[in-house]
């Protein structure tokens, strides 16, 4: 527990009591918390500042629930790869894997997404030329219905590829049960109706409200909120968890 212990006196003095509430909010809010290692939860990582914190402080309630029952649930970090991330990034997420100790660690899963591919992380692996084609596509059909507005150029085209990446990494082998994001609920909200109007304005039908990714937990910390959300989404059957 070395490194559960290194990043207790690494997190700021107030998140530290933060990490143990979440893991006692995340145990109570896991479909199977009497067998931990049955549960699966996905945090996105970017490789960026934020991103890499709200890794760390995961890690940490990953680690404290296995230092109170003895074992914890499958942790799978992902992160969504573009033709803009540059070689550095790759290196800051391999640094943050290697800080935290989760090459090995059988409980954790370490994702790379390439458009609807995904496979392990792999700090070295070369930028597909396939990914490259599409993010450019992306970009000059996202730029051609914004009639050319740079912003919504930029943002309609992360925003859904974001969006895509968590319904492909949540389904992915057996599916997940939780997603954990460092974005705060109003973040989370205006992302939805982002892409929602997206949809209208395409002609499209907006998905149920009743299905997709379900608020399970919330909670006001000192120093940060913790969010979660179950996948029940189109990607999975109703009620459990699926890779189908």
């Not at 740079?150 to 997940?176: I, K, P, Q």
């Not at 120093?223 to 699926?242: E, V």
Request: glycine share 10%; proline share 4%; aromatic share 8%.
């Amino acid at each position: 527990m070395h490194i559960l212990n290194d990043l207790r006196k690494a997190l700021p003095e107030r998140d530290v009591p933060a990490v143990e509430r979440c893991a006692t909010d995340l145990y109570e809010a896991l479909p199977r918390p009497d067998e931990l290692g049955k549960n699966i939860v996905m945090v996105a990582y970017g490789g960026g500042k934020d991103s890499a914190y709200a890794v760390a402080f995961v890690r940490a309630v990953h680690l404290t629930l296995a230092e109170r029952y003895g074992e914890t649930f499958t942790l799978r970090l992902v992160t969504m790869r573009h033709g803009g991330m540059p070689y550095q990034v790759m290196l800051n997420i391999d640094r943050t894997y290697q800080a935290l100790g989760v090459y090995g660690d059988p409980n954790t899963e370490l994702l790379l997404l390439e458009g609807d591919q995904v496979r392990a992380f792999e700090r070295d692996r070369a930028m597909p030329y396939r990914l490259l084609e599409f993010n450019r596509i992306d970009m000059l059909m996202s730029g051609h219905r914004a009639y050319g507005d740079g912003r919504a150029t930029f943002c309609n085209a992360c925003n859904l590829n974001v969006a895509n990446s968590f319904g492909v990494a949540a389904r992915h082998g057996d599916g997940v049960d939780l997603i954990i994001t460092g974005d705060s609920p109003r973040e989370q909200r205006d992302y939805a109706l982002w892409i929602r109007k997206l949809a209208r304005d395409a002609g499209q039908k907006p998905a149920d409200g009743g299905k997709g990714f379900k608020a399970r937990w919330r909670r006001s910390t000192d120093s940060r909120r913790c969010t979660s959300r179950r996948s029940t989404g189109p990607a999975m059957s109703s009620g459990s968890r699926s890779g189908g």
